[in-house]
């Protein structure tokens, strides 16, 4: 592989039993933003996501509708790859669990740790929560004797499983994070993984006997087993990499050598519910393969409605599709990227999706019709030639917070820090008062400045929000006369030749407005 930086990243895979919702949406978001940064700075970047296809839950679920499973996954797959093209998620990569590649790279990597000896047979038994797709002992219930993430029944199961030694890598595990300090972020998810694995780690069971179970991968070393959901899921991020090669004689596979590959994994995006699988089952398997570790983690807050986790079973998701009707794609990905703290929770209100859409309509969208309009009005739409130096040492600042904020996976801050660079921008035409400037031929050469330097710093802002808005900075390099949106570089750089630009340009018509022609409609 080139020496080109290069950058992977993943989010979960989404269970192909309930339509896309917004938390899903949500990750699916902060992926795509940082592809898009990574691919503007020059990285290649491999951005997977997928849908994971196999498992109790997936059987159950196409038993109720009455269709195989199969034709479910089918169907559910192609909503979310419809969702993620509505919201302009832009992936390189869509795995389905259920695809053949998947299915080999799964029977290889168990075949490796069989080799190894790292997988024995033994009795099951506990308790088991379909909806979560995990095992839970006696102790970890509700009182109730619920599930305790979900709080849903759980089943009592005793039967013969496969297990992976997976307590043998404890320690490896331990050292491994306490000596990187920021392999899980945030920190309150890396000390909750250290805190859980204070107590001695367990065995995982890998496998489900067939004559209970008949959705999934067989074991390749017991066909009468179907490979556990997690095990097969998490598989998913090595098996697009392409480091595995299933059809290479064995002790060929790949396993030793993934320097061809986009193996590890940068960064894999999860909430913070499935922070165990990835922080503990996913490296410790790996370990056991002798395969590099993902070089980060982050797992995300919640979205919650009032106190209440947004979720389909308390029956209070908000369609992100529906807020995209009135407002755009562009407004909801930034709302959403904005509002909540990489890393905390975050509650949705209507008031606060205004205040934000706000910052956008009064703020960004104000600058670029203001200064459009004044190159319109004083200068026949075309830029004068002028240094456009007035904001220099704060669009150098705010580049260099925007570069700190996003490498260190802050991105809400990086985008306030670019929202911040507009406002100021808006300060400076108060301060400059073109409009006073234009009465006076003397101060031609002045205004030039001011109006060239407000064309910069547009074309500075198109470019920094182009990751979360994508379209509306589209359209903003192309009123600006740009060619296409600049990369962060070019944009610092230089002003193209007198361009001719648009002016009229309404960005983000005011709330009311749009609230207004959503009523009329
Ligand atoms: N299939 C597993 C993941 C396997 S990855 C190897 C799974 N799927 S899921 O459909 O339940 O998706 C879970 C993910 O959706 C969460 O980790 C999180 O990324 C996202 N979210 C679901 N609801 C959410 C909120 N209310 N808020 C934010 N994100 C949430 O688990």
């Known amino acids: 592989m080139s020496d080109l930086p290069r950058t992977y990243l993943t989010t979960p895979i989404y269970y192909a039993t309930g339509e ?65 093209a509505e919201l302009d998620i832009e992936y390189d990569r869509f795995i389905r669990t259920t695809e053949e590649e998947h299915r080999q790279v799964v029977r290889s990597f168990l075949r490796r740790l069989h080799r190894r000896d790292l997988i024995y047979r033994d009795t099951y038994q506990g308790w088991y929560c379909v909806h979560e797709e995990r ?32 307590s043998r890598y404890q320690e490896e595990l331990i050292r491994h994070i306490e000596s990187n300090a920021d392999w899980i972020v945030p920190e309150v998810r890396r000390n909750e993984v250290l805190g859980f694995l204070q107590n001695p780690l367990s065995d995982l069971s890998i496998s489900r006997p067939r004559t209970r179970l008949r959705w999934g991968i067989p074991l390749p070393f017991d066909e009468d087993h179907v490979t556990y959901v997690w095990v097969d899921a998490l598989i998913n991020y090595l098996t697009a990499s392409g480091a595995i090669r299933p059809d290479r004689p064995e002790g060929d596979e790949g396993f030793d050598d993934v320097s061809g590959s986009w193996w590890p994994a940068d960064l894999h995006l999860i909430g913070k519910d499935i922070l165990t699988t990835h922080a503990v089952y996913w490296p410790t398997l790996l370990l056991g393969a002798g395969l590099p570790l993902p070089r980060r983690i982050l797992a995300h807050g919640w979205w919650t409605v009032g106190r209440d986790k947004m979720s389909k079973s308390l029956g209070n998701v908000v369609d992100p599709l529906a807020l995209r009707e009135q407002f755009g794609t562009d407004a909801v990905r930034w709302y959403l990227m904005r509002e909540m703290p990489t890393g905390g929770d975050a509650s949705y209100t209507p008031e606060r999706f205004l205040i934000r859409y706000d910052e956008l309509a009064n703020v960004l969208g104000n600058l670029a019709s203001r200064a459009l309009s004044m190159i319109g009005r004083y200068r026949e739409g075309v830029l ?19 570069h700190q904020s996003m490498e260190s996976l802050r991105l809400h801050e990086a985008l306030g820090a670019a929202m911040d660079l507009a406002r100021v921008a808006n300060g400076y035409v108060e301060a400059t008062e073109p409009w006073a400037l234009a009465k006076n031929p003397e101060r031609a050469d002045e205004l030039n400045e001011v109006l060239s330097t407000l064309h910069r710093t547009l074309g500075v802002l198109a470019a920094l929000l182009f990751p979360v808005m994508p379209g509306k900075m589209r359209e903003l390099a192309a009123a600006l006369g740009l060619e296409g949106v600049p990369s962060l570089e070019e944009s610092v750089r230089s002003t193209p030749l007198a361009p001719r630009v648009s002016a009229g340009l309404r960005l983000f018509p005011k709330a009311d407005k749009v609230a207004a022609d959503a009523g009329g409609a």
């Open 384 to 402: 004068p030639q002028a240094a456009g130096v007035g904001l220099e040492d704060e669009i150098r600042e705010t580049l260099a917070s925007f």
């Open 135 to 166: 095992y839970w002992t006696e102790k970890d219930l509700t009182p109730e004797g619920n599930c305790p993430d979900c709080n849903r029944p759980v089943r009592e199961i005793e039967e013969q499983n496969y297990f992976f030694r997976m």
């Open 20 to 84: 896309p919702h917004i938390g899903h949406a949500y990750t699916s978001f902060l992926a795509d933003t940082l592809a898009r940064y990574h691919r503007q700075t020059g990285a290649s970047v491999l951005f997977l996501t997928g849908t994971d296809e196999h498992g109790q839950k997936i059987q159950e679920e196409a038993t109720r509708r009455g269709v195989e499973p199969q034709k479910l996954c089918d169907e559910m797959a192609a909503r979310f790859r419809q969702a993620w």
